[in-house]
Structures are given as C-alpha cells and as structure tokens.
C-alpha cells in the first residue's frame, strides 16, 4: 500500500520532466544573428590570403595648373599588385594612369597627355564589401603626338586616392566599382584626375 502512495506521488514530478530537453542543452546561434553581429563588429566573412592582383578602367577627367593644353576628359587604368596581410588590410604596389587628347587644329594631329603614378601603398576593408586605398610614390608627365614620340616628358611626385564597394564576389574573384582621384606634382605644376572604374580584383 506504501509503496502504491509513494508511486502515485511522483507521477506528477515524472509527467511535468523533459528527459528530451536537459537543462545544459547548449542552444544554437542564429546563422543569421552571428553574420550581422560579425558584420557589425568589421570582421569579414570572407577569407582573403595570398597574392592580390587587379585592374580598373574607366572614364577619367583631367585637370592641370601650370602645365598648358593637359585638362580635359579621356580614360583612366589602374594596375595592382601586392600581398594580403590580414582579412581587412591588404599591401599593393599601383600603376595609375589617366589620359587626355586634344586635337590641334593647325596640323590635325592628335596629342596624348598622360599622367602615370607608381605608388606603394594598400587598402582597407572597412566593411565586408566597401573598401578605402591609398599610396604615394612617383609620378611622370607625358605629352606625345599619335605614333610617335615623346615631345615631353618630365617627373614629380604622386598620390592616390580611391574608395569601392564590391558588387559581386565568387571566392577570391570580387567585381567593384570604384571611384579613382590621382594628384601629381611636377616641375611646371599640378595634375589632378578623377576617374569612375569597374574594377576586377583575385586574392
């Protein structure tokens, strides 16, 4: 008869326990939750290591003080090189080159004024997807007409500036658009260019 008591007394406690569900059950994070705090917090999702290649190209406006006919509209590249140092920060060397021609009227000849910096520098993700770059380093003014060569030619100092967003990424392959500045200092002045860019980058 004890026993029978002792039984029907604790059904009640067996029936209200879970054994499915113990109290130390780790619970699972939300996938989703995780990638935006991660995002939130700057740490890509991505997996950036190695050697880092890539080119831009686009249209480009010129602008010089101090050096005749080298302002006006043409195309603009950019070629990069370098090594990534962590998920966010990657070591580039740069050859940025903007180009205008202008058509003299007196000989019909076409002239190619190009600008071209060679800077060392890198670039910061400050999100998974937007990025800043920078450098410094030399610079070479050149005005030549169409196949032939050089009718000037001189040297300066350069920098760079650019920002991207990445608008698409398949493993290491991130296709962006860009925006390029580029200001040089030379014997006779300035050349500054701004330049709109697809760009096509492998890390």
Known sequence: MRALVALLALAPAA????????EDRPIDPDPRAVAE????????????SGLAIGV???????VS?????ASGTGFGAAFRLGTVASPRWVWLAELASTHYQQLEESTGKTKINSSNLLTLGGQLYVKEAFWLRGGGGAANFTRRVRNEDPT???????VIGAGGLDLLR????ALSFEVLTTLARYRDGFVGAGSMQLGFSWY
Do not use: H, T
């Open 37 to 48: 705090a991660r995002e939130a917090n700057l740490e890509p999702e991505s997996s950036r």
């Open 170 to 173: 398949r493993r290491s392959f």
């Open 56 to 62: 831009a190209l686009g249209p480009n406006v010129q």
């Open 15 to 22: 029936a209200w326990a879970d054994p499915g569900e113990p």
């Open 152 to 158: 000037a030619s001189f040297w300066g100092v350069g």
């Open 65 to 69: 003080s101090g050096l005749r006919d």
